[in-house]
C-alpha cells in the first residue's frame, strides 16, 4: 500500500463519527447503515457521501491490485479491528515461518487516491439482530467550490466513476473462485489453489463421454448467438452421478480451470450450502441466482445436489430455476451420488437439468489408462522405478471393482512402501505368515498362479436338487435349493471382494513395484470386506449396490482419515 496521506479534516470530526458509532452499536438499533450515514453527513459536511456495498465494490482490494492508491488511518481512539493470524508457505515452510498477522476491519478510515482524484473511505462491518452481516464502504469526496456542481441528481460523478471502475474489476475473478456458504457470497483464493493446475489431462474416464461432457459444456458458451437464432433461452442444466471416487469432483475441478483459461474467462460459483444463522433457506437460494445472473455468462455448481434440495425448499429452488427473470448465460452443474434421491422434477424434467452424465465404476480399460497415468507421472521425478508399460494391463486387471479413488489409494500406498524401503522378500514374508494363519478349516485350494489370489474350488455333493425332500432319488437335499431370497441377497451383499487370478508374465514376476502393489491390492480388499456400511437415515432398510458401496467407501476413507 501507498504511504502517502491526505488530511481531510481534524481528528475531532472523525472521534463525533465513532463515537456516535459506538453508542449506536451498543444500544437497541433498527438499521445501522442509515444511522453512520447520517452521522457522516453531519460530521463532514464539507464532502457529498456515497454508501456502496464490499462485495460488489471492493476498494481495498481494487487499491491493493494496483489500481488505487489506499493509505490506513489508524488511531487507537477510533480503530476497531480484529488481529488475525494466517500461516505462510507449505508443508516445512508452514511449520517452521512465524506466520503473518492481518486485521479484519470492522471501523476504519483511509485515504484514497484514485485517477488524481482524492477521497475520504471509512469501512464498516456490522451485524443488526435477525440479519446477514453487512459490509459496506462511505465513500466521501470534497464538494467543489462553488458547491455542488460536481452533484447531479444527488449523485457525485467523481464517486459513481470511481465505484464503476472498482465494481467492475471486483465483479471478474482473479485467481479465485466464488462460494456461498452461511448466507452470502465470498471470493476463495484458496478454492482456487485447489482447482489451480487441474486439467481433462488428469480425468481418466470413457473417452466418448469425456469427449461429450467438454463439447457440452464448452459449446454452451460458445453458441449463445445459436441459441439466439433459434429462440431457445440461453441456459442449460448437467447431472454428474455415481457412485463416490470415480471423477465427477476432478471432472469439476478441470471444467472451472479449463472456462478460466478461454479468452472470454468464463466466472465459476460454488454453493457450499443453503444454511444460513439469520436468514431462511430460500434467501439463500434468491442470493444465490442473483449473484449468478449478475456474473453471466457463468458456471453454477451444486455439489451433493440431492442433499442440498429437500422437500421443503424444492418448489422455491424450483421456481428460480424456471421463474420469469432471465437466466441466459447460466449453465447449472449437480453432482450427486444418489440420483435415484433426487426429486423427479429436478432430474427428470427437460429444461432443467437437460443432460445426465453416469460416472461408473471404471472398467478395465479406463484402469488400464489410470495406470498409465500413474506411470508417466512417476517416471517424470523417478528415473529409476521400474514400471514398464505392460504392468499397467497387469495392474488394471488385478484391480477389478475399484473405483478411481481406491486406485489413487493403491498407488499412494505403494510408493509409501517403497520410500520406507521396503524389499521384495519383505511383502513375500508377509503373504507366506497370512497364508500360515489361516484357519485348518478353511483351507484354500488356492492359486499358485504369482499374483496371490485365492480361487475357492467349489465342493461337489452328491445331491439333489429338488426344493422338497426327494422320496425317488433319496438323496439328500442340496442346501442352496432350501435358500429364500432372502437369504441369497444377504449372500450377494456378505460375498467377499476377491482379487483376481492374473497369469504373470515371468519377467515381470520379480518386479518390485508389482509385488508392493499386490500386497497393497490384498490390503485394500481386506479393508473393504471389513468396512460395514452406515445405516442410512432415511430408514431404509436395505441399500442398491450404488449406496451400499458409497457407505462403504465413506466409511473406509474416514478410517484412513483418522489413522494419518
Known amino acids: 500500500m501507498s504511504s502517502f496521506k491526505v488530511s481531510f479534516t481534524n481528528d475531532t470530526d472523525e472521534q463525533r463519527v465513532f463515537d456516535a458509532f459506538n453508542e449506536h452499536a451498543s444500544q437497541k438499533r433498527i438499521e445501522t447503515k442509515q444511522r453512520v450515514l447520517n452521522s457522516i453527513r453531519k460530521q463532514y459536511p464539507q464532502y457529498h457521501v456515497t454508501v456502496v456495498d464490499q462485495g ?100 457525485c460523478a467523481e464517486t459513481d466513476a470511481l465505484a464503476l471502475a472498482a465494481g467492475k474489476w471486483t465483479s471478474l475473478l482473479h485467481e479465485e473462485i466464488w462460494v456461498f456458504d452461511n448466507g452470502y457470497w465470498e471470493k476463495s483464493k484458496e478454492l482456487w489453489k485447489a482447482v489451480e493446475g487441474s486439467s481433462w489431462e488428469d480425468v481418466i474416464l470413457d473417452p466418448d463421454m469425456k469427449t461429450g461432457l467438454i463439447q457440452d459444456v464448452q459449446g454452451f458458451f460458445d453458441n449463445q ?83 442440498l434440495v429437500d422437500d421443503n425448499i424444492r418448489s422455491y429452488f424450483l421456481n428460480e430455476v424456471d421463474g420469469l427473470e432471465s437466466n441466459d448465460g447460466i449453465l447449472m452443474i449437480g453432482s450427486t451420488n444418489h440420483l435415484d434421491k433426487l426429486d423427479p422434477a429436478i432430474a ?37 522405478l521400474e514400471f514398464p508399460e505392460e504392468l499397467c494391463s497387469v495392474i488394471a486387471a488385478l484391480t477389478e471393482g475399484f473405483s478411481f479413488a481406491y486406485l489413487k489409494e493403491l498407488f499412494v500406498m505403494a510408493l509409501l512402501s517403497l520410500v520406507r524401503g521396503f524389499r521384495g522378500d519383505d511383502f513375500e514374508i508377509v503373504d507366506a505368515a497370512e497364508a500360515d494363519s489361516a484357519p485348518e478349516d478353511e483351507t484354500p485350494a488356492a492359486a499358485a498362479d504369482g499374483t496371490g489370489a485365492v480361487v475357492a474350488e467349489e465342493k461337489k455333493e452328491d445331491t439333489c436338487t429338488c426344493a422338497n425332500k426327494c422320496d425317488k432319488c433319496g438323496k439328500p437335499v442340496a442346501a442352496s435349493a432350501t435358500k429364500t431370497k432372502s437369504d441369497k441377497k444377504d449372500a450377494e451383499k456378505n460375498k467377499k471382494h476377491v482379487v483376481p487370478a492374473v497369469d504373470i508374465p515371468a519377467h515381470l514376476s520379480d518386479n518390485l513395484l508389482l509385488k508392493v502393489v499386490r500386497h497393497q491390492i490384498r490390503t485394500l480388499v481386506a479393508e473393504m470386506d471389513n468396512t460395514e456400511p452406515e445405516k442410512w437415515k432415511s430408514g431404509k432398510k436395505e441399500m442398491s449396490a450404488s449406496e451400499d458401496y458409497a457407505a462403504r467407501y465413506r466409511v473406509l476413507m474416514n478410517r484412513r482419515a483418522a489413522r494419518g
Request: a positive charge.
Open 56 to 155: 460488489s465494490c471492493s476498494l481495498l482490494e481494487f487499491a491493493a491490485a494496483g489500481k488505487a492508491k489506499s493509505s490506513h488511518e489508524a488511531d487507537d481512539e477510533t480503530f476497531n479491528a480484529t488481529r488475525q493470524w494466517h500461516p505462510v508457505g507449505t508443508g516445512i515452510e508452514k511449520k517452521t515461518h512465524p506466520g503473518r498477522l492481518q486485521d479484519e476491519f470492522h471501523f476504519a478510515r483511509f485515504s484514497y487516491e484514485w485517477e488524481d482524484k482524492k477521497f475520504l473511505l471509512f469501512q464498516l462491518i456490522y451485524q443488526d439482530p435477525f440479519q446477514p452481516q453487512t459490509r459496506c464502504f462511505y465513500i466521501l469526496h470534497a464538494r467543489t467550490t462553488d458547491g455542488d456542481a460536481n452533484v447531479q441528481e444527488g449523485h
Open 225 to 307: 448467438e445459436l441459441y439466439a437464432q433459434y429462440a431457445v433461452p440461453w441456459k442449460r442444466g448437467i447431472i454428474l452421478h455415481g457412485v463416490p471416487g470415480n471423477g465427477k469432483t476432478v471432472s469439476i475441478k478441470a471444467l472451472i480451470n479449463s472456462l478460466y483459461a478461454r479468452p472470454d474467462q468464463v466466472s465459476s460459483l460454488y454453493v457450499k450450502s443453503f444454511e444460513t444463522k439469520c436468514n431462511t433457506e430460500q434467501y439463500s437460494i434468491r442470493q444465490i441466482f442473483q449473484q449468478a445472473r449478475r456474473c453471466a455468462p457463468c458456471l453454477l455448481i451444486f455439489e451433493d445436489l440431492d442433499s
Open 348 to 384: 427428470k424434467r427437460p429444461s432443467r437439468f437437460d443432460r445426465k452424465y453416469h460416472f461408473k465404476l471404471p472398467g478395465e480399460k479406463e484402469r488400464t489408462l489410470y495406470a498409465e497415468y500413474w506411470r508417466q507421472k512417476l517416471l517424470k521425478r523417478n528415473e529409476g
